[in-house]
């Protein structure tokens, strides 16, 4: 994509899991009840549906009471958020290793200077726990510990295609390709399993709404002879969808849009900066990547 383009569009961890949601559920119920008796009432595990005797024991009364709008984070779950960011932050050293190692690159691409992605491993470091609160944010019946590990999951190769088109403009078909099919096979089967076959359905079609809305731009781009983004895009776009559409369409919506918006932001900031022109190509995968990750950690309806 460049400047003038993004202008004009502006598993692996069994024993930390299982005990997260029980933990922090509650806790953000008893929370919300204080401001939102509604709201707090719409989450799974919310005192209101919880026997008397069984909420001392789930929201240990050693922790403080939070500030009204606050929710408050049982010690118990404390630590399975700490291991969260270390393995996050572990697999972003294992990311960062590989890309600063160019094994991504092809001959042609040997010759450019060593990227510098140390980003990758605060992120990662951060958006596990971060991803792994999101869900009890949104509305509706709670994910599974599976589905919080899938996510998760994910992150890593969502990571891994930042940071190489970033190095060089290039969105690697060894991983888009496999991710056009794979998300949503994984994704319809553990909808199924968790009993929420709308969530499914999304998933099923989530690909199909992202990858089409952005091959509508793509096409757009083409007849007026002013070429923004790349089939690179658009296939990422593709793996996104069935990800942010299985939360919810308004996710999908949101996702899409703060990837667009991302991308127009960094534009100006690359333009103010004198880094860049209008007609200089910049990497879209990582605005992409980042407003994917921003609308899933959204309270969306």
Not at 120 to 132: I, R, Y
Not at 292 to 301: R, Y
Request: charge should be positive; aromatic fraction near 4%; include cysteine.
């Amino acid at each position: 994509m460049s400047i003038a383009a993004a202008l004009f569009v502006a598993v692996a961890f069994p024993g930390l899991l299982p005990n997260l949601a029980p933990d922090l559920l509650p806790a953000l119920a008893l929370a919300l009840s204080e401001v939102a008796p509604g709201a707090a009432a719409e989450l799974p595990g919310a005192p209101s549906a919880l026997p008397a005797a069984a909420i001392p024991t789930a929201i240990p009364t050693a922790i403080p009471t939070a500030p009204a709008g606050i929710c408050a984070v049982p010690a118990t779950a404390l630590a399975p958020l700490a291991g969260l960011a270390v393995v996050g932050g572990l697999s972003g050293l294992d990311i960062r290793r590989r890309v600063e190692a160019g094994v991504h690159r092809r001959a042609e691409e040997q010759r450019l200077p060593s990227p510098r992605v140390a980003w990758l491993v605060p992120v990662l470091a951060l958006s596990w726990p971060a991803f792994a609160l999101a869900p009890a944010l949104v509305r509706g019946p709670g994910p599974t510990p599976l589905v919080v590990a899938a996510f998760l999951v994910a992150s890593l190769p969502l990571a891994w295609l930042a940071a190489v088109d970033l190095d060089v403009h290039r969105l690697p078909n060894a991983v888009t390709l496999p991710g056009l099919w794979l998300g949503p096979v994984v994704l319809v089967a553990l909808g199924l399993i968790g009993g929420d076959p709308a969530a499914a359905g999304r998933a099923a079609v989530g690909g199909l709404v992202a990858g089409g809305a952005y091959g509508l731009l793509y096409t757009i781009g083409l007849l007026l002879a002013r070429p923004g983004l790349g089939l690179g895009d658009v296939k990422l776009a593709g793996c996104l969808g069935p990800w942010l559409a299985f939360c919810g369409w308004t996710h999908l919506a949101t996702g899409l849009y703060l990837g667009l918006a991302f991308g127009g932001l960094g534009a100006v900031a690359l333009l103010l900066a004198r880094r860049a022109r209008a007609h200089t190509p910049i990497a879209h995968g990582p605005a992409m990547a980042l407003g994917a990750g921003v609308a899933l950690c959204l309270p969306l309806g």
